[in-house]
Nanobody
Framework: QVQLVESGGGLVQAGGSLRLSCAAS????????MGWFRQAPGKGREFVGT????????YYADSVKGRFTISRDNAKNTVYLQMNSLKPEDTAVYYC?????????????????WGQGTQVTVSS
């Protein structure tokens, strides 16, 4: 069992940056592939990116590629999502997730644990 808690969300102007953190407690997050998803109002949960156990491999949705970066610090049981050049369409609740298997698109059905989410709002 692992508990995931996101932080770092907030309101930012278009073009700005935010860094989200996901702290894991319980079983170490280093035992899991980690991912970030987001859900905008009235839309389904969307894959943002994923990072392998060691942190050596990452994959991103096309909509965020080149702007967002996922990293992890296994010693701190924390995963990060650095978001640069934010756009109004990035506005959503962002969720941290843990899975057993690494997959470039990390299907929602593969997720074992979810965080509670953190709101990111980008104003134009």
């Amino acid at each position: 069992q692992v508990q995931l808690v996101e932080s770092g969300g907030g309101l930012v102007q278009a073009g700005g940056s935010l860094r989200l953190s996901c702290a894991a407690s319980g079983r170490s997050s280093s035992s899991y592939v980690m991912g970030w998803f987001r859900q905008a109002p009235g839309k389904g949960r969307e894959f943002v990116g994923t990072i392998s156990l060691s942190g050596g491999s990452t994959y991103y949705a096309d909509s965020v590629k080149g702007r967002f970066t996922i990293s992890r610090d296994n010693a701190k049981n924390t995963v990060y999502l650095q978001m640069n050049s934010l756009k109004p369409e990035d506005t959503a609740v962002y969720y941290c997730a843990a899975a057993n298997f690494f997959h470039p698109k990390l299907p929602v059905t593969d997720i074992r644990y979810w965080g509670q989410g953190t709101q990111v709002t980008v104003s134009s």
